[in-house]
């Protein structure tokens, strides 16, 4: 079993690219920084960030069923480009009941239109994109309200 209070963080293809690709779009932020934010937001609602990231779909569906076996209290997803393809992402999702956040870093509703529609935001109870890599933090505290985890003070 995981740590307790364990969110998994998965993203998806191309986010280990973050800091470098296209910067006008996704910021100057990478990965490890998207990572160490998670776990320092986690850590205040005394939870602990499991940060997966994966290039490959299948990968990315056994990690939401890990987190399923782990029992994991949710999941914080961007799939990158899989959230506008994926319906087994979506499946998994659905399958593991685990309450899930969809984040991305851009605005996708602000860019091309095969952007506009997300599998996986159909499978998670909330959707976050625009904020920069900051929305992965306020998704995590998104979930805390939700499972009911207080923030430590
Ligand atoms: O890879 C990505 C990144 C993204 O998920 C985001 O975080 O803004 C948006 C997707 O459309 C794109 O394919």
Redesign the pocket.
């Known amino acids: 079993m995981a740590a307790a209070g364990t969110i998994y963080v998965l993203n ?4 280990n690219l973050l800091g470098t690709r296209e910067p006008e ?2 910021g100057h932020a990478t990965l490890a920084d998207v990572e160490k934010l998670c776990a320092d937001t986690a850590k205040q609602f005394g939870l602990t960030a499991d940060c997966r990231q994966s290039n490959r779909e299948g990968e990315l569906i056994d990690f939401i069923h890990e987190a399923h076996a782990k029992k994991a209290v949710g999941i914080i997803i ?4 899989y ?2 393809t994926s319906i087994a992402l979506h499946d998994a999702l659905i399958a593991v009941k685990i309450p899930a956040i969809e ?4 605005n ?1 509703h602000a ?1 091309e239109s095969f ?1 506009h529609h997300s599998f996986t935001a159909k499978a998670a109870f909330a959707s976050l ?1 625009g904020f920069g890599i900051d929305g992965y933090r306020l998704a995590i505290a998104g979930l805390a309200v939700k499972i009911g985890a207080k923030a430590k003070t």
């Not at 961007?78 to 480009?81: E, L, Q, T």
């Not at 984040?103 to 851009?106: C, I, L, N, Q, Y």
Request: net charge positive; with cysteine; aromatic share 4%.
């Open positions: 998806g293809p191309n986010l779009t996704y961007n799939a990158g480009g959230s506008h984040v991305h870093v851009s996708i860019r952007r994109c």
